[in-house]
């Protein structure tokens, strides 16, 4: 069974920088599209950003563009999320999530994906 895990969250003040690492076991994330989705209580998830295979990242929420990044790790089949400058409105659930099929790019649409994680929480206080 594949599993897929977040960690890295926590509580961190506003203009700080956390980087959220994602692995899953049993399955190469050299041939996935892995992509960091975020959630608050009552709102839909929706795409913070993905890598596809060769690398190339695409950002999905303007307001985290040029503070966050994405990388990953073929030797340890781990994906990363780097957040700088952190915003309390960036306080949410973050999850990974990945697949290996069509379609065959980043979308945007969680029910494009497979597996995922249990989220990992990022709290950023004013």
């Known amino acids: 069974q594949v599993q897929v895990g977040e960690s890295g969250g926590g509580l961190v003040p506003a203009g700080d920088s956390l980087r959220l690492s994602c692995s899953g076991s049993?399955?190469?994330?050299?041939?996935?599209?892995v992509s960091w989705f975020r959630q608050t209580p009552g709102q839909e998830r929706e795409l913070v950003g993905g890598?596809?295979?060769?690398?190339?990242?695409?950002f999905g929420i303007d307001s985290v563009k040029g503070r966050a990044s994405i990388s990953r790790d073929s030797v340890f089949d781990m994906v990363y999320l780097q957040m700088d400058n952190l915003k309390p409105e960036d306080t949410a659930l973050y999850y990974c999530a990945a697949k290996l099929d069509l379609p065959m790019y980043v979308s945007r649409w969680p029910a494009d994906y497979v597996y995922w994680g249990q989220g990992t929480q990022v709290t950023v206080s004013s």
């Open positions: 890598v596809i295979r060769t690398g190339e990242t695409t």
């Open positions: 049993r399955l190469a994330f050299r041939n996935a599209f």
